[in-house]
């Protein structure tokens, strides 16, 4: 290694000019298909739970205050910006944001409440959507996560537990 080489490799150095963005002052738009954190609509859920349920990082908590009002929390903390809840949604109810400066003094300011109103089957009373891709969730009852402690709790049965997915065949022997 010699003196020259260093010199050689400083004048390319200084010859390719400055390499940094100036980020504060001039921030770039983001890529078209950038996840921010998710923007939930309200007007649109359907009250599902789909995205709670497929949530990895169960930052969307649910419960069930009565028969008629279900509470959809997102709490914002560990997301990873994933998207499946924005897939999941039937409804397309949730939406990912561009927005990627989410930095803040206050952990409660990233979180979301939706408080929506289930409307209820006049013959059985229970709160019911019509057969869609939801069904393939195979989840019945009620949710009841710990909003006060904010967890994910899971209370809610499978269907193929007790009852059988696939009526036997009685098969005559001879």
Request: proline fraction near 7%.
């Amino acid at each position: 290694m010699s003196i020259l080489s260093k010199v050689k490799e400083a004048v390319i150095c200084l010859r390719a000019g400055r390499v940094t963005l100036p980020y504060p002052a001039q921030p770039r738009p983001t890529p078209p298909n950038f996840r921010g954190r998710p923007i939930f609509d309200a007007s649109r859920c359907i009250g599902c739970a789909g995205c709670a349920n497929n949530c990895p990082a169960r930052e969307i908590l649910v419960v069930d205050l009565c028969q008629e009002v279900r509470v959809l929390q997102y709490l914002g903390r560990r997301c990873t910006y994933c998207g499946r809840c924005a897939d999941v949604c039937p409804e397309k109810a949730i939406t990912m944001s561009r927005d990627f400066e989410t930095a803040t003094d206050h952990v409660a300011d990233l979180g979301q409440r939706l408080e929506l109103f289930m409307s209820t089957c006049q013959r059985c009373g229970r709160c019911f959507t019509p057969p869609s891709a939801l069904d393939q969730l195979k989840l019945k009852g009620y949710r009841f996560d710990d909003v006060a402690h904010e967890r994910w709790v899971f209370h809610s049965t499978a269907y193929g537990r007790d009852e059988p997915v696939v009526e036997d065949v009685e098969i005559e022997l001879d």
